[in-house]
């Protein structure tokens, strides 16, 4: 059983720029969520993504967007990056027969903003 | 707003039992009480959650006071490969969301 892949896995930009961080999930799950996560932090909601549809949102700007797509990959979009962006993004995925709060989680993109 | 307040770090002796606190005060009445841990350079791991009794699982055991204001993760024999940051998470029902806390840094001692 194949878990949960991000890419990249690092990466680096300027503020103003834009990034799009790609998750796959993990076989059989059709719930993605992404969670930001700064340095000594815990992670915070983004935004939840079910069969194609976001059914859920945190306390983040629309500059934050997503797409899931049919196989239920994901991808997190942020525009006009800002320093505060710098984070780790995790991505995670739920299956519908499972508790809600059971997710897997990737190993993350660490973005740095500079 | 973090939802849950945990010591920041603990520290246990390798095979004794751990036990982690958790106030949650303000939860109401449908939202679950989970439990995460992460160790360093990886995304979290699932633990354990209840809502209202007590469970057990082969990882771990939660403890949930009667007035659900707080709760308490037991490792019953801790062994190094525990040391993580264990967070004590709000699960809103409401909105699909994890509400995090800052976590409390286990340390194991061999």
């Known amino acids: 059983e194949t878990g949960v892949t991000q890419s990249p896995t690092h990466l680096i930009k300027t503020r103003g720029q834009q990034v799009t961080l790609r998750c796959s999930s993990q076989?059989?799950?059709?719930?993605v969520s992404w969670y930001q996560q700064a340095l000594g932090q815990g992670p915070q909601f983004i935004f939840q993504?079910?069969?194609?549809?976001?059914?859920g949102r945190g306390n983040f700007p629309p500059r934050f967007s997503g797409l899931q797509f049919p196989n239920y990959s994901s991808e997190l979009n942020v525009n006009a990056l800002e320093l505060d962006d710098s984070a780790l993004y995790l991505c995670a995925s739920s299956t519908g027969t499972s508790h809600p709060g059971e997710l897997f989680f990737g190993e993350g993109s660490r973005l740095t903003v500079l | 707003d973090a939802k849950t307040t945990q010591p920041n770090s603990m520290e246990s002796n390798e095979e004794e039992p751990v036990h982690l606190p958790c106030n949650h005060s303000t939860i109401s009445g449908t939202d679950y009480i989970h439990w995460y841990r992460q160790l360093p350079s990886q995304g979290p791991e699932y633990v354990i959650h209840g809502l209202t009794s007590n469970v057990n699982n082969r990882m771990a055991s939660l403890a949930i006071a009667e007035d659900r204001k707080s709760s308490t993760l037991i490792l019953h024999r801790a062994t190094l490969r525990d040391a993580a940051v264990y967070y004590c998470?709000?699960?809103?029902?409401?909105?699909?969301?994890?509400?995090w806390g800052a976590g409390t840094k286990l340390i194991i001692k061999p």
């Open positions: 993504y079910y069969r194609e549809e976001e059914n």
């Open positions: 998470i709000q699960y809103m029902d409401s909105n699909y969301q994890l509400i």
């Open positions: 076989s059989g799950h059709n719930t």
